[in-house]
């Protein structure tokens, strides 16, 4: 499975941007897709995840009722819709793939990462 993610970028603080994140390969329509983040200096931390089969969501404490991640309908695309950003919303963003149903804010059960895009909210 190969990830693409875009949509990163340079934004004031209050400001909505939408990251989109295509997978491809042997995808089949099981598991689930997250995204998580990685600030300078920090570890790598869960946003949102999505269950390609059914649409359930999950979110981060931290970005519930600002983040919205959604799929496309056939299951291989997922977005992140992120509103009323902050500047501790800065960093570089990472798209996930797994395979099995479960444990979706666990970076380490997710099987496939794409290369990252970097989100910048200034204040």
């Known amino acids: 499975v190969q990830l693409q993610a875009c949509g990163g970028g340079l934004v004031q603080a209050g400001d909505s941007l939408r990251l989109s994140c295509a997978a491809s390969?042997?995808?089949?329509?099981?598991?689930?897709m997250g995204w998580f983040r990685q600030a300078p200096g920090k570890e790598r931390e869960f946003v949102a995840a999505i269950i390609r089969s059914s649409g359930y969501t999950i979110y981060a404490d931290s970005v519930k009722g600002r983040f919205t991640i959604s799929r496309s309908n056939d299951k291989n695309t997922v977005s992140l819709q992120m509103n009323s950003l902050k500047p501790e919303d800065t960093a570089v963003y990472y798209c996930?793939?797994?395979?099995?149903?479960?444990?979706?804010?666990?970076?380490?059960?997710?099987?496939?990462w794409g290369q990252g895009t970097l989100v910048t909210v200034s204040s």
């Open positions: 996930g793939f797994k395979r099995a149903y479960g444990d979706y804010a666990s970076i380490g059960t997710y099987d496939y």
């Open positions: 390969g042997r995808t089949f329509s099981s598991g689930g």
